[in-house]
């Protein structure tokens, strides 16, 4: 009869990173109502711990720079737009700083007011030129002036 096998000790499973809320800004409701035809009311843009981890974990190669520059892209954006998949969603958009993966940097905003009376980021990441002019060009994305 031969002994057991020797078992191996459980390595404890990896903490997961923890990701802080991020208050980003204000949100520049004038304009994208303006470009959108919406009747959005002034609120103050965060993203919660749980997006903050969505991207840093699906969106790893453009987090560093979406991160480093999510307060000019939301209260300064170069355009707003909506994807007819995603009505509960809109999104603004800026150019990035060169050293990033793609020229522009896109942040997925909801609607609906959360329960502090702001708004959500739902997503983020960055966006090439084509992307850009596609949407551009299927008015999808207008320029705020």
């Not at 035809?37 to 103050?44: A, D, F, H, N």
């Not at 007011?113 to 999808?140: F, H, M």
């Amino acid at each position: 009869m031969s002994s057991p096998r020797p078992v191996a000790p459980r390595r404890p499973a990896a903490a997961k990173r923890k990701y802080p809320a991020i208050i980003v800004g204000p949100l520049p409701v004038d304009k994208i109502n303006g470009a959108l035809g919406t009747e959005l009311e002034p609120g103050v843009v965060s993203v919660s711990p749980a997006c903050h981890r969505h991207i840093a974990e699906d969106h790893p190669d453009d987090y560093p720079h979406i991160i480093a520059a999510i307060a000019d892209i939301v209260t300064g954006p170069l355009y707003v737009g909506q994807d007819p998949k995603h009505a509960d969603n809109f999104y603004v958009v800026r150019r990035l700083p060169e050293e990033a993966p793609n020229p522009y940097g896109l942040v997925a905003i909801g609607f609906e007011r959360n329960k502090e009376g702001g708004y959500s980021v739902k997503s983020a990441y960055t966006i090439n030129q084509v992307t850009v002019d596609k949407r551009r060009a299927a008015r999808r994305l207008h320029r705020i002036l």
